[in-house]
């Protein structure tokens, strides 16, 4: 089975500035897919960034950049220039292709975002 | 994006009495649907999954006779709890994903208050 860790239940920036996220996953699989997807308080799940196993290059989209460590099976997401916005819960998600495809997601990590 | 809306956003029923919660793909055909549940600042914990004209794949655990779920169509999943009672309380979220791609869509969520 897959599990998906989120080791930080809670974390605070300061506007403006760099906040890095963890997560880390264990799979025997060789191709997936991760995730990160913000919840803000209306609940609605967002996606904010995704990362094919089988591609090197870590994903970017804007502030939003991940750190991806297939060998170490860790894959962090990184927000620059954080915003009063960014303020939510962030979960990690697991993907194994598949009939199904269903999503293992982490515990989730707040972010609180401070002026 | 895809658009995934359900209705209602909100529900309140007395303890005993059955709830359909409803997950619509408004501008793409549906061939999975997934039902979560999520509780206050908890991550999201997959019930059921299902495929449009078959029967739903539980989750071990999930009560199938007292969460029941159906995907008569592309476009539209229900999920109905019968019999409901105050520990079924919660916030439901669906998801869908077309044929042509492992992306999911989630929907804004249902909360559930059973008093």
């Known amino acids: 089975a897959q599990t998906v860790t989120q080791s930080q239940p809670e974390m605070s920036v300061q506007e403006a500035e760099t906040v890095t996220l963890s997560c880390t996953y264990d799979?025997?699989?060789?191709?997936?897919?991760l995730f990160w997807y913000k919840q803000p308080p209306s609940r609605q799940m967002i996606l904010v960034i995704r990362?094919?196993?089988?591609?090197?290059q870590n994903a970017t989209e804007n502030r939003f950049s991940v750190n991806f460590q297939k060998a170490a099976k860790s894959f962090s997401l990184k927000i620059s220039d954080s915003q009063l916005g960014d303020t939510a819960m962030y979960f990690c998600?697991?993907?194994?292709?598949?009939?199904?495809?269903?999503?293992?997601f982490g515990s989730g990590t707040k972010l609180n975002v401070k002026p | 994006g895809a658009v995934v809306s359900q209705h209602p956003s909100w529900v309140i029923c007395k303890s005993g009495t059955s709830v359909k919660i409803e997950c619509r793909s408004l501008d793409f055909q549906a061939t999975t649907m997934f039902w979560y549940r999520q509780f206050p600042k908890q991550s999201l914990m997959l019930m059921a999954t299902?495929?449009?004209?078959?029967?739903?794949?539980?989750e071990q655990g999930v009560e199938k006779d007292k969460f029941l779920i159906n995907h008569a169509s592309l476009t539209l999943s229900t999920l109905t709890v019968t019999s409901a009672h105050p520990e079924d309380s919660s916030f439901y979220i669906c998801?869908?994903?077309?044929?042509?791609?492992?992306?999911?869509?989630f929907g804004p969520g249902t909360r559930l208050t059973v008093t």
């Open positions: 990362q094919e196993a089988y591609k090197q």
């Open positions: 799979t025997s699989e060789n191709n997936y897919y």
């Open positions: 998801s869908a994903r077309g044929d042509l791609s492992y992306e999911q869509y």
């Open positions: 299902s495929n449009e004209g078959s029967k739903a794949t539980y």
């Open positions: 998600a697991f993907m194994k292709p598949g009939n199904f495809n269903k999503f293992y």
